[in-house]
């Protein structure tokens, strides 16, 4: 048999080596303090990091020789994991919420779909409204605009138009971003959040840090039971035209 296909899923990362699994014959070697201690065999480093119970620890295995540093290497990994959390928690990501509306649109709906544009825009996300047209709806696009138009007009204190009504195929999109002053208040709102769970956690106070986590995920949840939402009414859209072409043919 041949090798399977090159996934890259299945690439992992370097591993390091730790301890007796350090291949090298001599290595130079860094001690706890971050003093550099010289070079010596790995058997030496390695009665050296035991008799401090450390562990002997590969960090450059490119040099030649090996640079391997004394540490708790459970230590390490532990903060290494803590300090991933917290670059993941400061980035900003700016997602881009699709909304979709039929010509056909009844006002209750649109109405439905205007405040979801609202709170995803409120969260300091971009909106891209997509007018889908079937069949004949296409020669007749003013109804289309007529939705946009009032849609721009209700978001109107919280957007910036990126671009204006435009025909894509048998789509009509309009694309809005937050306006500077809302991306300030949901960084605001971020900052807050992660000053109180930091001020929890340096008390030692885990039941406020579990309230702070717990709130993050709350926010972060709605966001998704709004997409749930407007996918459940898209849904049913889509079944009352499936219908609809039934009966008419």
């Known amino acids: 048999?041949?090798?399977?296909?090159?996934?890259?899923?299945?690439?992992?990362?370097?591993?390091?080596?730790?301890?007796?699994?350090?291949?090298?014959?001599?290595?130079?070697?860094?001690?706890?303090?971050?003093?550099?201690?010289?070079?010596?065999?790995?058997?030496?480093?390695?009665?050296?990091?035991?008799?401090?119970?450390?562990?002997?620890?590969?960090?450059?295995?490119?040099a030649e020789p090996p640079v391997c540093k004394v540490m708790d290497f459970g230590k390490f990994k532990y903060e290494e994991k803590k300090k991933a959390r917290e670059a993941k928690r400061k980035q900003t990501f700016v997602d881009i919420k699709e909304i979709k509306l039929r010509p056909k649109t009844d006002d209750h709906d649109l109405s439905f779909k205007m405040r979801a544009a609202r709170r995803f825009v409120e969260a300091g996300n971009k909106v891209k409204f997509v007018v889908r047209f079937r069949g004949r709806e296409i020669a007749h696009p003013q109804q289309a605009e007529m939705q946009l138009k009032w849609l721009l007009e209700q978001l109107e204190d919280l957007v910036n138009v990126e671009s204006r009504p435009m025909m894509e195929g048998r789509t009509m999109t309009v694309m809005v971003n937050p306006k500077p002053q809302v991306l300030q208040k949901v960084a605001a709102a971020k900052a807050a959040l992660e000053a109180a769970r930091k001020k929890a956690e340096t008390e030692g106070r885990s039941g406020a840090t579990d309230a702070v986590t717990a709130e993050a995920a709350r926010l972060e949840q709605e966001q998704k039971d709004l997409e749930a939402q407007l996918e459940a009414q898209d849904e049913a859209d889509e079944d009352e035209d499936d219908d609809g072409d039934e009966d008419a043919s």
């Open 1 to 62: 048999m041949g090798r399977p296909p090159f996934d890259p899923r299945r690439q992992r990362e370097p591993e390091i080596r730790i301890n007796a699994r350090i291949r090298a014959d001599q290595v130079r070697v860094i001690g706890a303090a971050g003093q550099m201690l010289g070079v010596m065999t790995v058997r030496e480093a390695l009665r050296l990091a035991q008799e401090n119970n450390l562990d002997l620890v590969e960090v450059n295995p490119k």
